[in-house]
């Protein structure tokens, strides 16, 4: 619980400091629901139909200061399945962190920590409404891009850090590091992951920006050195405000791979990396479309090549009545490695998810939910059944100061 530890030691140092200035806010989502669930771990082979009840737990930490923010977010989640499954336990805290140094600069910092089953775990909360962003973004944690680790544990420890300077009222220049280390175990690869960059940008009009950035991946797996990459990662950049609710971003560069194929061989490789974002909030509406290409680690076999796309949308309905849907689809490529010793070369991966949610508020604190999702993995030469999932549930929202 590294990341959960430091975030909230970090919020208790700021709360020391300057206590009278601090506007915070606690509040905690407690849920509890039933659902059923078709091959809840992803796993191959026959998997029969099961039930559970689950009970979850998402807590809210925010302060506002004059110069300094803070947010922590938590997620616990506990789904208790028959037919001798067991239990499905999943964890994440994410704490975020911006203080103004001058009128120009600005410091940024996150740590995370994440405990969850890979595939198994959809979240479909979709915030409704403007969003500021805070802190550096941690690196982003996605199902693990190797057939073999698709339904098993996976814990993640983040941490990132940026700063972000004003040079002019069109230039602004950003430098920045972030870091992960991923334990799998159960045969899989254990590495760690670190990313520094750095950035520039330039106001061309008020709605549009471009701007370059280069980034270097380290991969180091442990107790190995083979499979060990180092990606450099040259891209241009573009932002443009569409319309007052519509914002598009987007990046176009290289991704050059040097990778330790061992007995002291060593090969470069090539590829293009890039993504876009193209978002609309309001009060009512909330929907994001995002597609990219990037060079990542894997736990089985090394670095992989996934292209991804995605979508989440958030409607408010009504005062009472929301909805939110979330779906994505990822390609793995087989491990850019090409020297194995007694294995053969692992194959491409595909994963598509999708996950539904219909809330509707009784009153302020309490409300109702109902659910659905989908999940499935398949390769080259493994099928798994899909993950059909439905759930219906209760939610008591706890205020605090």
């Not at 409404?129 to 944690?141: K, T």
């Not at 929301?322 to 491409?348: I, W």
């Not at 009153?363 to 989908?374: A, I, K």
Request: glycine share 10%; net charge positive.
């Amino acid at each position: 619980m590294l990341g959960a530890t430091g975030a909230i030691i970090l919020l208790d140092l700021v709360a020391v400091a300057s206590p009278a200035a601090a506007q915070d806010r606690l509040t905690a989502d407690a849920s509890a629901g039933i659902g059923v669930a078709t091959n809840p771990f992803l796993e191959p082979g026959s998997t029969p139909t099961v039930i559970g009840p689950t009970l979850s737990l998402h807590p809210t930490f925010t302060s506002e200061r004059p110069l300094t923010t803070l947010r922590v977010e938590g997620d616990a989640r506990a789904t208790f399945y028959n037919r001798g499954y067991g239990t499905n336990e999943s964890v994440s805290v994410q704490g975020f962190g911006s203080h103004k140094l001058s009128e120009t600069t600005t410091l940024n910092a996150g740590l995370g920590y994440i405990n969850t089953i890979v595939g198994s775990f959809t979240d479909v909360r979709v915030p409704v409404g403007p969003l500021v962003p805070i802190g550096a973004d941690l690196p982003g944690v996605v199902n693990d891009p190797v057939l073999a680790g698709i339904g098993r544990r996976q814990r993640v420890y983040q941490g990132s850090g940026n700063i972000v300077s004003i040079l002019s009222p069109r230039d602004q220049i950003e430098a920045g590091v972030a870091v992960s280390a991923n334990r799998s175990g159960g045969g899989l690869q254990d590495f760690n992951y670190a990313t520094p960059s750095v950035s520039y940008s330039r106001l061309l009009s008020e709605k549009f920006t471009v701007g370059a950035s280069f980034a270097v991946g380290f991969t180091n797996y442990l107790r190995t050195t083979i499979g060990d990459a180092t990606v450099y990662q040259p891209s241009l950049t573009v932002s443009r405000d569409i319309s007052e609710r519509w914002t598009l971003k987007g990046s176009l560069g290289a991704a050059i791979i040097n990778l330790d194929e061992g007995l002291g061989q060593n090969r470069t490789t090539t590829t293009f990396n890039g993504s876009a974002d193209l978002c609309r909030r309001d009060t009512r509406w909330t929907a994001c479309f995002n597609a990219a290409r990037q060079t990542v680690p894997s736990a089985f076999q090394g670095v992989r090549t996934t292209t991804l796309v995605g979508t989440s949308l958030g409607y408010r309905m009504n005062e009472a009545d929301d909805l939110s849907f979330t779906a994505s689809y990822s390609h793995a490529s087989a491990p850019l490695q090409r020297n194995f010793v007694n294995v053969p070369r692992d194959s491409a991966l595909d994963y598509a998810s999708a996950a539904a949610n219909f809330s509707h508020r009784f009153r302020r604190t309490l409300s109702g939910f109902v659910s659905g999702g989908y999940a499935k993995a398949f390769g080259d030469s493994v099928r798994r059944d899909a993950n059909l999932t439905a759930n219906v549930g209760v939610t008591y929202r706890f205020n605090g100061r």
